[in-house]
């Protein structure tokens, strides 16, 4: 258990609906990434979040976005959503910069758009 | 552009043997790499990491080797046990420090280690 915290675990929806991922980071850790992992792909950094300001940024669609809550956790919204966007979703934190490399990722949240 | 690659989708060993996970990277800018373990239906899991400043860094089993001239790395995993079968990410970093972190990843590679 890493102690990352991804609801829901899976989600069904349609194309044209919007939906938000929830990631609940360990405690104490400051940032939250979110990872997008499609069919035969690694894993695409989508953006960093630090003590709730955004700090690094990825290839993000302009359809997504995310925040980072006082609490520190952190929601992506996925929206206008088209068949490409089933993937895998990541979440994962750090207790800084991860300047040892090391982030913890929670299980995902699957989504699947028909 | 992929600048992490990871061109083998697929690794079967027997038991025992060493397992040697490969990755190639174009970034010159990439200072940090790390390789993660995935199994299904869990997140990735950190296993090792290595700066640029050095070109081995081993952690039991687990050993892996920089070659920053030819901008590859490796995972040597010795001796493999059937609990490593999973799928191996390498990734890369251009940040050691600060509050702005991105790593990118690999696609990965399947290990099979057969009893």
């Known amino acids: 258990d890493s102690g990352v915290t991804q609801t829901p675990k899976h989600l069904i929806t349609a194309t044209g609906q919007r939906v938000t991922l929830r990631c609940s980071p360990r405690s104490g850790d400051l940032s939250v990434y979110w990872y997008q992992q499609s069919l035969d792909q690694g894993l695409q950094f989508l953006i960093q979040?630090?003590?709730?300001?955004?700090?690094a940024k990825g290839n993000i669609l302009e359809r997504f976005s995310a925040q980072q809550f006082p609490d520190l956790h952190s929601e992506l919204n996925l929206s206008s959503l088209e068949l490409g966007d089933s993937a895998l979703y990541f979440c994962?934190?750090?207790?800084?910069?991860?300047?040892?490399?090391?982030?913890?990722f929670g299980e995902g949240s699957r989504l699947t758009v028909l | 552009d992929q600048q992490v690659k990871q061109n083998s989708p697929s690794l079967s060993v027997q038991e025992g043997r060493i397992s040697i996970l490969n990755c190639d990277y174009t970034n010159s800018m990439f200072d940090y790499f790390l390789w993660y373990k995935k199994y299904p239906a869990e997140g990735p899991t950190f296993l090792i990491s290595?700066?640029?400043?050095?070109d081995k860094n081993e952690d039991g089993r687990f050993t892996v080797f920089l070659n920053k001239s030819a901008k590859h790395l490796s995972l040597h995993i010795v001796p493999s046990q059937p609990g490593d079968s999973a799928v191996y990410f390498c990734a890369a970093s251009e940040n050691s420090g600060g509050s702005n972190y991105k790593l990118t990843f690999g696609k990965g590679t399947l290990l099979t280690v057969n009893p």
């Open positions: 979040y630090y003590n709730g300001e955004e700090r």
């Open positions: 290595i700066s640029s400043i050095k």
């Open positions: 994962a934190s750090s207790r800084g910069g991860a300047n040892t490399g090391e982030l913890f």
